[in-house]
């Protein structure tokens, strides 16, 4: 299940502070977002109800915490998003991000190690994952 622009706010801090009330959630955010106290305990009851957050009592106020770790929340977001695609324009995609992102030298060598990793299981040809209609690869145009 998805998480919204809103949602992921939220998400961060938590993940940040390890728990947080929704007060300590409106004090950090509230500013940026000019948010009220009712809309972050929304916010809060969505991610609960998806089942990213948890919540516990303390006192008169609830604590919340992940369900999840942000790097896995950050992979599942991802391969939602690789999902939509044609996985023959993956490729693209990360050129694009690659392009766009701002790295340190270490970054690009993690990313040229994983690449040479990546060699050896390299393809001739990736394979459409598309039905018949949702894109232009040849073996869709009868060719």
Known sequence: MSISKSEWEIMRVIWTKEEATSGQILEILGNKNDW?????????????????????????????????????????????LFDKFCQRKHTMILKHLLKETPMTLTDIADLQALLLAKKEEALDEVPCNCIPGQCRCKEHLGL
């Open 36 to 80: 009220t106290a009712s809309t972050v305990k929304t916010f809060l009851k969505r991610l609960v109800d998806k089942g990213y957050l948890v919540r516990t009592r303390s006192g008169k106020s609830y604590l919340y915490s992940s369900t999840l770790t942000e790097q896995d929340a950050m992979n599942q977001q991802v391969d939602d």
